[in-house]
């Protein structure tokens, strides 16, 4: 079945800097690639995704870039603040009405003020 | 507006004792339900599915089991707890697309 490797584990930078977390999927078949972030003692929010057919998605501080031969995602988050601090989890399905989500292990982002 | 709500927050059991958790779904028809289990540390397994009333998919098996009794109640129970079923349980919906999850059950089985 799908297997995500997410990497880094954990990342730590000053307010202001630019992080990029990684994602890796095994199934090519996965066509949806939805991403959350776990603020502590919040639930999970969605933040960003992205479908197969697509290359590049931004949405304000946060650029989502896929590559489908590789198998590859990678999220960008610039000007990082305080408030950025969270577990950020990507995730693979095989399309929008597949019912199996899987998901990273997770990025531990802290920012330091 | 949609509203996700677990019960309980928290829960602290003894192995071998009986569990059901709770979720409900108000604002929405027929979503698709997940039941989720996140360890320490963060990982987060799928656990169950739901497309339909009474209708339930296992993902992984870790003695736990689940129904669906009304569009917009899921259950999560056991007969009986392992130690291994402490951490937190995440209730989740969607349409297709985004899931939305609830805050969750913390289990801490002793």
């Known amino acids: 079945g799908e297997q995500v490797e997410q990497l880094p584990s954990s990342l730590i930078v000053q307010e202001g800097a630019s992080v990029l977390i990684n994602c890796s999927y095994t199934?090519?078949?996965?066509?949806?690639f939805p991403w959350y972030k776990q603020e502590p003692g919040k639930r999970l929010q969605f933040i960003i995704d992205?479908?197969?057919?697509?290359e590049r998605k931004q949405n304000q501080r946060l650029t989502l870039l896929f590559d489908k031969k590789t198998k590859h995602l990678s999220l960008h988050i610039t000007a990082t603040q305080p408030g950025d601090s969270a577990i950020y989890f990507c995730?693979?399905?095989?399309?929008?009405?597949?019912?199996?989500?899987?998901f990273g292990a997770g990025t531990r982002l802290k920012v330091i003020a | 507006a949609q509203t996700i709500h677990q019960w309980p927050v928290a829960e602290i059991k003894a192995v071998g004792s009986p569990l059901s958790l709770g979720c409900t779904i108000k604002?929405?028809?027929?979503?698709?339900l997940y039941w989720y289990w996140q360890a320490t540390g963060g990982t987060l397994q799928q656990l169950f599915y739901?497309?339909?009333?009474?209708?339930v998919e296992s993902v992984v098996q870790l003695n736990l089991s689940a129904s669906r009794p009304k569009d917009d109640q899921f259950i999560l129970s056991t007969e009986k707890l392992l130690l291994s079923h402490s951490g937190f349980y995440l209730c989740?919906?969607?349409?297709?697309?985004?899931?939305?999850f609830g805050k969750g059950t913390r289990l801490t089985v002793v």
């Open positions: 199934d090519s078949a996965s066509v949806y």
């Open positions: 739901s497309i339909t009333v009474g209708q």
């Open positions: 989740a919906w969607s349409l297709g697309g985004e899931v939305f």
């Open positions: 992205i479908r197969s057919n697509m």
């Open positions: 995730s693979a399905s095989l399309n929008t009405g597949n019912y199996k989500y899987v």
């Open positions: 604002g929405k028809s027929s979503p698709n």
